[in-house]
Every structure is written in structure tokens, then in C-alpha cells.
């Protein structure tokens, strides 16, 4: 299994179930893993041929920036239906975190998996 991957994707949105964090923006992280086989854009060489990551992270920075959820779970989960079905991506392993949401942790946040892995695992 290939896997092309985003890291420390940081993104402005509401995000919070307290009135005062509903006020404000607040930076969430996201390192996305993603199945694909890159062996047809290794030998073409062309973008058009690739999992664009530029195209995934753009389309993933306008629909969190326009976004207004209460929990990370539904964000994470949002973002993963976009992935699957708008680039077609089989499987995908997505981390959201929340820095500084908790008093002495870096992060709090959600790890999902979505889809088949090309090896059968996954659900």
C-alpha cells in the first residue's frame, strides 16, 4: 500500500461546545494518511495522474474555515466522507487534534480510520 500523506495541517475554524468558544477561532491540526497507488504517476510523471495533496488540503481549508462544529469527532468525520468521496480515496487514516484544549497537554484530539486498506484490514 502507497500512502501520500498530509502533516500539521493547521486550519482557523469554531470549534467548541462552550458559549465561549463559539465566540471565537481556534486552531486545529490535522496529519492525514491516505491510500493510493503511486506507481501510474511515478512512471508518467504527471500531476493529473497523483492524489493532488495541494487539491486535498485546499478543498479541506475552505470547508473547516466555513465550519461551525460543536466536536472534533464530527469535524474529523466530515473530512473524511470529503476525502472518500470526492477524491476517491479507499482508506485513509485521519488525526484532528485541538492544540492547547487542555491545561498542561500540547493536544487533545481524534485519530480515525475510514475505508479498506488495499491488505483487507479496516472497516
Request: aromatic share 8%.
Amino acid at each position: 500500500m502507497d500512502v501520500v500523506f498530509i502533516e500539521d495541517l493547521r486550519i482557523e475554524t469554531v470549534i467548541g461546545i462552550y458559549d465561549w468558544e463559539r465566540k471565537i477561532r481556534q486552531t486545529v491540526a490535522f496529519d492525514i494518511e491516505m491510500a493510493f497507488d503511486n506507481a501510474v504517476p511515478a512512471a508518467s510523471d504527471a500531476i493529473a495522474d497523483t492524489l493532488d495533496y495541494k487539491a486535498v488540503a485546499k478543498r479541506l481549508i475552505a470547508f473547516v474555515e466555513s465550519s461551525h462544529f460543536e466536536l472534533v469527532e464530527t469535524l474529523a468525520e466530515r473530512c473524511a466522507q470529503i476525502l472518500r468521496e470526492e477524491f476517491g480515496v479507499p482508506w485513509l487514516r485521519l488525526k484532528l487534534s485541538k492544540p492547547g484544549a487542555v491545561t498542561g497537554s500540547r493536544a487533545v484530539g481524534v485519530i480515525i480510520e475510514r475505508g479498506v486498506r488495499p491488505d483487507g484490514a479496516g472497516r
